[in-house]
Nanobody, 123 residues
Framework: QVQLVESGGGLVQAGGSLRLSCAAS????????MGWFRQAPGKEREFVAAISWRGGNTYYADSVKGRFTISRDSAKNTAYLQMNNLKPEDTAVYYC????????????????WGQGTQVTVSS
């Protein structure tokens, strides 16, 4: 069982930055590919970014490529999402995800979800 707790969301103006954190419980953090997804009101949950089990590879949605950076710190059992040059269309609830057998790039691959953190970008 893995528990994921996100933090770092908030309100920011367009062009600003936020860093989301995802703290994972347990001692098997490196057994999971980590990912971030987001869900805007009235829309389906969509993939944002993922990082491989030991952090050597990353993958991004085209909409955030070049602006967002995913990372992980195994010593702290924590994954991060650095978001720069934020746009109003980035407004959503952001969810941390852990997937053991596959990359955390599809909702169907995810084994555990965090509770979500709200990110609001004003124009």
């Amino acid at each position: 069982q893995v528990q994921l707790v996100e933090s770092g969301g908030g309100l920011v103006q367009a062009g600003g930055s936020l860093r989301l954190s995802c703290a994972a419980s347990g001692r098997t953090f490196s057994s999971y590919s980590m990912g971030w997804f987001r869900q805007a009101p009235g829309k389906e949950r969509e993939f944002v970014a993922a990082i491989s089990w030991r952090g050597g590879n990353t993958y991004y949605a085209d909409s955030v490529k070049g602006r967002f950076t995913i990372s992980r710190d195994s010593a702290k059992n924590t994954a991060y999402l650095q978001m720069n040059n934020l746009k109003p269309e980035d407004t959503a609830v952001y969810y941390c995800a852990a997937a053991q057998s596959r990359w955390a790039t599809l909702t169907t691959s995810v084994d555990y979800w965090g509770q979500g953190t709200q990110v609001t970008v004003s124009s």
